[in-house]
């Protein structure tokens, strides 16, 4: 299975009520980080056989912006495993559940989403291996019970690549 790891957009400040923090949209930025992430998935090929989010609002519309973009036009699933109090256990038992698919996005939250990718990677490691901010995404191999990073996508590095296709000047053309 390949697995795609993605912490959703940025979404400005914290709210100390954690049930205006749940409803806590994306912000500018981090809707266009979803669109970027999106249309470099598209250059990748990549696509989606099952999406699955945190159902807190930042979550789920960074699922929703980023599977638009890409093609996937089936029901969003969410899981619990996947919100800021979910545990490890939880996120194991989800994988279990979508085995059988070949391409699955899991859309999370700091803290877990980033120590599932450790816990992955290397479940012996103390310190953390990868880190993963907002808006970005890791792609991993799962083959019988390990786990091999295939590539991870900061929102930066996305940045800079577009501000770099996107300003070529036109081909100077010799008037010889």
């Known amino acids: 299975m390949n697995l ?15 049930i205006l923090d749940h409803k ?3 912000d500018k930025e981090g809707k266009e980080q979803c669109i970027l992430l999106g249309r470099a ?13 945190s159902p807190l609002k930042r979550a789920l519309q960074t699922a929703a912006l980023v599977g638009t973009e890409t093609g996937f036009e089936k029901k969003i699933q969410l899981s619990q495993a996947l919100t800021p109090d979910g545990t490890w256990k939880d996120f194991q038992q989800l994988l279990d559940s979508v085995a059988g698919y070949e391409e699955v996005l899991v859309v999370g939250h700091n803290p877990n ?3 599932y990718l450790n816990r992955l990677l290397s479940p012996s490691a103390t310190s953390p291996i990868a880190r993963v901010r907002k808006g970005a995404i890791a792609a991993l191999t799962l ?8 590539w991870l996508l900061d929102p930066r590095l996305l940045r800079a690549i577009q501000s770099n296709t996107t300003k070529r000047s036109r081909a100077k053309i010799s008037r010889k």
């Open 143 to 150: 083959q019988r019970g390990s786990a091999k990073l295939q």
């Open 4 to 18: 795609y790891l993605l912490r959703h957009g940025s979404a400005g400040q914290r709210k100390m009520n954690q």
């Open 24 to 26: 806590r949209p994306l």
């Open 113 to 115: 989403l980033p120590e």
């Open 41 to 53: 998935l598209n250059s990748l090929k990549v696509q989606f056989d099952v999406v699955i989010s």
